[in-house]
């Protein structure tokens, strides 16, 4: 095999400039690993092999490059991209170790899912962090302040934003202005957020979470939330 050899999809030239303009997919892939698609990608790659084989050498981006999966991963870490989801290590893994279908993982039900489930078991502190800065985003896109958020955000936003687990159970039962939000959910709102913020299962967890409750309480007070 000469120099003049592309290294990825091994074909020959006779010319050396041939070669430098040749294009394969592979070597487009390898040109390609720095975007954030890729590296997201390589890393989802890396974590499926480790977390569902015994063998615990790592998978290098050659072997990524070189999968039959390649454009699956990619098209997933487009997703999550886009997606910005609240902890996205943890839905990675979330995917993988449920033996969720890979053509799947970008379904809306399986992280809708994942929020469901992550949002009663996530720190209260982590939560409410997370709220107040989509709070303190939604207040700048409108040019208003925090303590206007419940009082002037629509209901379709916040149970977009519910779902999406941007606005925590945390800070809706524990706001001292919430209930005005509360106020404008429709019979169709409260039912696609039920799962979100079941007050049955929000008020057993208040009950023993105390010291969390009357922090957050502090800070939403201080807040003028």
């Not at 390649?70 to 993988?96: G, T």
């Not at 629509?154 to 149970?159: C, D, L, P, R, T």
């Not at 999406?164 to 939000?181: E, F, H, I, M, Q």
Request: charged share 25%.
């Amino acid at each position: 095999m000469g120099d003049n050899t592309c290294k990825f999809c091994k074909k020959s030239f006779k010319m050396l400039n041939t070669l430098s303009v040749h294009q394969c997919v592979k070597k487009r892939r390898h040109h390609d690993a720095d975007l954030p698609s890729s590296r997201i990608g390589l890393y989802v790659f890396q974590r499926f092999y480790q977390l569902t084989t015994a063998n615990k050498q790592p998978k290098t981006l050659d072997d990524f490059i070189c999968s039959n999966y390649y454009l699956e991963f990619v098209k997933f870490a487009h997703y999550l991209v886009a997606l910005s989801p609240i902890d996205m290590n943890a839905f990675i893994d979330h995917v993988i170790r449920d033996g969720v279908k890979l053509k799947d993982w970008t379904s809306e039900a399986v992280y809708t899912r994942f929020v469901s489930d992550i949002v009663k078991r996530e720190p209260a502190d982590r939560a409410v962090e997370r709220t107040i800065i989509t709070m303190a985003e939604w207040a700048d896109r409108n040019n208003m302040q925090i303590s206007d958020f419940f009082l002037n955000v629509s209901a379709s936003e916040a149970v977009f934003l519910i779902i999406r687990g941007k606005l925590s159970p945390w800070v809706l039962y524990l706001s001292g202005t919430a209930d005005v939000l509360m106020g404008k959910f429709t019979d169709e709102h409260a039912s696609a957020i039920d799962m979100f913020i079941s007050p049955e299962f929000w008020q057993k967890k208040f009950s023993v979470n105390s010291g969390d409750v009357d922090f957050i309480s502090d800070v939403l007070l201080a807040s003028g939330v």
